[in-house]
């Protein structure tokens, strides 16, 4: 199953787990994911679009909530991340 959190600090933490008597944790993964509007070029006008990708623990731990990036796309993922002032 899985269970989830979220927040706006750098402090992830792992979600409380309720397991039944036969239950036990055998993995943990982690995701990380970084949401805003996407500005880009169509043709010869920009276009927006809010959305969410996932994102490199290191890079999400750079960017700071309503912080400016520029991002590479390719195939829908996040292949490079560069703050902005």
Do not use: C, H
């Not at 008597?21 to 993964?29: K, M, P, V, W, Y």
């Amino acid at each position: 199953r899985t269970e989830t959190t979220s927040g706006d600090d750098k402090n992830p933490v792992w979600p409380e787990v309720n397991l039944s008597e036969n239950q036990r944790i055998e993995n943990r993964s982690s995701r990380y994911a970084m949401e805003g509007t996407l500005r880009y070029k169509s043709f010869w006008s920009y276009k927006k679009k809010n959305t969410s990708f996932e994102i490199r623990e290191e890079w999400w731990k750079k960017v700071d909530k309503g912080q400016t990036v520029s991002v590479t796309i390719s195939d829908d993922r996040i292949t490079g991340l560069e703050t902005l002032k």
